[in-house]
């Protein structure tokens, strides 16, 4: 079986940046926000053995998104198999409007 390669969007990136800093500022949680984003950064690590193991919730532009939940946020991906690729798009926290924000 081959392993996929995972790959974060510069978006996602912002996205884990400010969860960070909201759970470590905000909150002032910074061993809660160290764990959340390693429970995160681990699932999308799982991704790479399993991509398709989630049902397509979203096509944008012919894009095929799909999502896993990690404690509060949601992950959204798609999966590239000609290049052999699980590009994670977005991290949103569940509770947000998400029809709105994909």
């Known amino acids: 079986m081959n392993k996929y390669q995972v790959v974060y969007s510069s978006a996602a990136l912002e996205q884990l940046a400010e969860i960070f800093q909201y759970i470590t500022e905000v909150l ?15 699932r999308c690590g799982e991704l790479s053995v399993f991509p398709k193991g989630s ?12 999502s896993v939940k990690v404690n509060n946020f949601i992950v959204f991906y798609e999966v590239d198999d000609e290049q052999s690729k699980v590009i994670v798009r977005d991290v949103i926290y569940a509770r947000r409007d998400v029809k709105n924000l994909v």
């Open 55 to 66: 049902v397509v919730k979203y096509v944008i532009n012919k894009a095929e998104l799909r």
């Open 28 to 42: 002032e949680n910074p061993v809660s926000a160290h764990k959340t984003i390693s429970k995160i950064i681990k």
